[in-house]
């Protein structure tokens, strides 16, 4: 079956600092990847998508890349800033699932001014 | 500009009880799913249903029903709570067929705790 790891928290980094989340994949077909982001008290909203290999999603200066050969899909931001203090969520469907996400386990980032 | 709409945001049962979640949509999506949230491990996926009168089980079903007499409305029903039913629910909503870019519109949540 389908399975999403990401890299686990807590993060903490300081204001304007270079964040990388890690993220890989397990499925059987060629799958759409996501990131969702989880501000506190709030439900998921989505952050990024890609839909094929080498696609690149970017939102609010958030970057990630499809990468097949690695079955990866790492998010990354050149500097962040106090109100990205949140958790992230890397997920994937596939056609013909109707469109059921699988998730991975978050990962809470915080950041210091 | 509603969206995805849950109700109640919080609650507490007592172990045996019986509750609704509501879940209502305004934008009109075929597709809606029910996850529950607990802490580290991610969201896993309730029960699903891809339109009106058609819902089928996910990861972790046991425990829950659900319905869909509606295009709008998807509630879930805990016929008798347990504490393994703590958590935090969520419910999200997709549209179908070729506009449908693969992204969930999630209601705010449902925090239920069992005693």
């Known amino acids: 079956g389908n399975s999403v790891t990401q890299m686990e928290g807590p993060v903490t980094l300081s204001e304007e600092a270079f964040l990388t989340i890690n993220c890989t994949y397990t499925?059987?077909?060629?799958?759409?990847l996501f990131w969702y982001v989880q501000y506190p008290g709030e439900g998921l909203q989505l952050l990024l998508k890609?839909?094929?290999?080498?696609d690149k999603g970017s939102n609010k200066g958030f970057e990630a890349t499809y990468r097949k050969e690695t079955t990866s899909f790492h998010l990354e931001k050149g500097s962040v800033q106090v109100s990205d203090s949140a958790v992230y969520f890397c997920?994937?469907?596939?056609?013909?699932?109707?469109?059921?996400?699988?998730f991975g386990s978050g990962t809470q980032l915080t950041v210091l001014p | 500009n509603a969206g995805v709409t849950q109700t109640p945001k919080f609650r507490i049962l007592k172990i045996g009880q019986s509750m609704t979640l509501q879940c209502t949509q305004d934008?009109?999506?075929?597709?809606m799913y029910w996850y529950r949230q607990d802490p580290g491990m991610g969201l896993k996926l309730i029960y699903y249903s891809v339109g009106a009168g058609i819902t089928d089980k996910g990861e972790v079903p046991n425990g829950y029903n659900v319905s869909r007499s509606t295009t709008e409305d998807f509630p879930l029903r805990l016929e008798l709570a347990a504490p393994s039913q703590t958590s935090v629910y969520f419910c999200a909503s997709s549209n179908s067929g070729t506009t449908n870019t693969g992204e969930l519109f999630f209601g705010e949540g449902s925090r239920l705790t069992v005693l």
């Open positions: 890609a839909t094929k290999a080498d």
């Open positions: 997920a994937l469907s596939e056609a013909g699932s109707a469109r059921q996400l699988t």
């Open positions: 499925a059987t077909g060629y799958p759409s």
């Open positions: 934008m009109n999506h075929n597709y």
